[in-house]
């Protein structure tokens, strides 16, 4: 469902920058009651993200806003998201926030710029691919495999993510291990994981 609201076509010229423009600045206000209570995540701490959650939904007219706060496995707020979604004009955008970092999707003809603390990093394909601005290389990539997604920034192969189907197995546990990571490495995963889990809503 959530790879539909990131997909879709926003519209062209300025009236769609206002648009998403209008949108993050409602998405920012309704996580803002979140933003005192995130615990902080640091980069050797990845490991403590779970794929529990609780979520609000609230309806007006043809839109539907979506919150919700996904928590570490000891049940702390590690992150908070918000996306909006409106059957009349098909236009949404999916933000995420930890204590350290903001997170902000913007899809487009099945592509998704993504954006770090108001950086554009990379534009995730549907294949799982995060890729450069211009095309050319692959920053990171989410793997299929018969159980859990390898995460691998450029070369390294850097967490084995469980995509939600299987929590069961793992106690709840987003990863079954992650490898040490640099704090740039850290961003990237914490928005590709971000993604993957809450895209299988």
Do not use: C
Not at 6 to 12: K, Y
Not at 34 to 51: G, I, N, R
Not at 84 to 94: E, H, I, N, Q, T
Not at 166 to 187: C, D, P, T, W
């Amino acid at each position: 469902m959530l790879y539909q609201i990131l997909s879709f076509v926003f519209g062209v010229g300025g009236g769609r920058k206002t648009n998403l423009k209008k949108d993050l600045k409602m998405l920012r206000e309704e996580l803002s009651p979140w933003l005192d209570k995130l615990v902080p995540w640091k980069t050797s701490e990845m490991d403590l993200l779970s794929l529990d959650r609780e979520e609000t939904v609230k309806r007006k007219g043809w839109t539907k806003t979506v919150t919700g706060v996904i928590k570490s496995i000891y049940s702390e707020p590690l992150a908070a998201y918000a996306y909006k979604l409106s059957k009349k004009d098909r236009m949404g955008m999916l933000l995420v926030r930890t204590a350290e970092h903001e997170i902000i999707y913007e899809g487009h003809n099945r592509e998704v710029k993504v954006y770090v603390d108001g950086v554009y990093i990379g534009q995730l394909l549907p294949d799982g691919r995060l890729m450069s601005e211009d095309g050319r290389n692959i920053i990171a990539r989410a793997e299929e495999g018969l159980s859990m997604k390898a995460i691998t920034i450029g070369q390294k192969e850097v967490a084995m993510l469980n995509p939600g189907n299987i929590s069961e197995n793992y106690a709840g546990r987003a990863f079954e291990h992650v490898e040490s990571l640099s704090e740039e490495e850290a961003k990237i995963l914490t928005a590709m994981s971000m993604y993957e889990i809450l895209r299988n809503e």
